[in-house]
């Protein structure tokens, strides 16, 4: 076991500098992650063999550095007519070292576990909560599904019970796939403007014109985006088609003397302060980044994120339901200095 945890230790430490590995947008679906496991018990309940059995986790990323995972496993092992089974519970945090393509954490876990020892004519059998600590690997194999290998030391606090002794340690090693409910949606691809044809020469010189009078000034204004024509509830990935955006990149480049564009990011009151201001600035970025994709020069935009800050609407509505629809314009995204271009006659 000594030598799993220092493998699976160093292959976290030599994927987190691998320089291959991809930097990717955090994915904020659910995931089930069934796995195998083998288990020891430190010979403390009757038998000295170790023992296998199975998992089953829900998991979700809260933000780039933590993953949540619920579930439970069962293991067994029989030895010399004595048959033990162990059954867990557990709420798991995962510290992610990084979230490129391989993903190197630390565990934390807590919960309860029920211990069973049958033998000819006696049972024992006792349920505690326990707390552990771990090391592990994720590896993605496609845009959905990811390997998982962690080990895991558990400590359960026992008190009086059937076996004599009030604590005992069980070390799980555990390899399984975790499979997300929903893929990251994809920015739409740039497209590059054909090259203009050269103009054709004439063989007689052409009448010269008097030069056009100069174009009015353009008027440029702060526009505001519905956060909910933009973006799914919770979420800071662009929907896949923003024919918005796209008019306000066409603005942008058609006046390239028009700089310093603040996009500025709301979101509701909804959630923490700190994860309200994290997400608005996802958004603006998300918003910065699709500008740039369409050809505006990236010197000239800056996104913050301004979290709940100045809310457009005040809502006391009861039902989550109705309150989240109520809040609606409070996350939005605001573009300070233009909309679209207004020429003055």
Do not use: H
């Not at 519970?89 to 876990?109: A, E, K, N, Q």
């Not at 923003?242 to 990149?249: S, V």
């Not at 100045?310 to 629809?325: A, F, S, W």
Request: hydrophobic share 35%; proline share 6%; with cysteine.
């Amino acid at each position: 076991m000594k030598k799993i945890a220092f493998a699976i230790a160093l292959i976290g430490t030599s994927c987190s500098t691998a320089a291959l590995a991809q930097n990717l947008d955090l994915n904020p679906s659910w995931y089930v992650a069934p796995s195998v496991n083998y288990t020891n018990s430190d010979n403390r309940f009757g038998v000295t063999k170790d023992g296998q059995g199975l998992g089953l986790r829900f998991g979700k990323a809260l933000d780039q550095d933590w993953d949540l995972q619920l579930g439970g496993s069962t293991a067994r092992t029989k030895q010399s007519g004595n048959t033990y089974r162990q059954n867990m519970l557990s709420v798991d945090g995962l510290y992610m070292l990084t979230r490129d393509t391989i993903r190197p954490f630390l565990l934390v876990s807590g919960g309860a576990q029920a211990d069973k020892l049958s033998k000819t004519n006696l049972n024992k059998s006792t349920t505690s909560p326990f707390i552990g600590a771990g090391v592990g690997v994720q590896a993605n194999l496609t845009e959905q599904l990811a390997l998982q290998a962690d080990i895991r030391r558990n400590r359960a606090f026992m008190g009086n019970n059937d076996f004599g002794f009030n604590r005992s340690y069980t070390t799980y090693f555990s390899v399984g796939l975790n499979y997300l409910f929903d893929k990251v949606a994809k920015p739409a691809p740039v497209v590059k403007a054909e090259p203009t044809p050269a103009p054709v020469v004439q063989s007689e010189p052409a009448p010269v014109t008097p030069p056009p009078p100069p174009a009015p000034v353009p008027k440029f204004e702060k526009y505001t985006l519905s956060s909910t024509e933009l973006f799914a509830f919770d979420s800071a990935v662009l929907a896949t088609t923003q024919p918005k955006l796209d008019e306000i990149a066409k603005a942008l480049k058609e006046s390239p003397s028009v700089s310093n564009v603040v996009i500025s990011g709301f979101t509701d009151r909804l959630g923490s302060d700190k994860y309200n201001l994290t997400l608005s600035e996802k958004r603006a970025n998300a918003v910065r980044d699709y500008l740039v994709n369409s050809g505006v020069a990236a010197t000239r935009l800056n996104a913050v994120g301004k979290g709940e800050a100045n809310p457009v609407v005040t809502c006391t509505n009861k039902k989550r339901t109705d309150l989240i629809k109520c809040l609606e314009p409070n996350r939005r995204v605001e573009i300070e200095q233009m909309t679209f271009e207004r020429r003055v006659n």
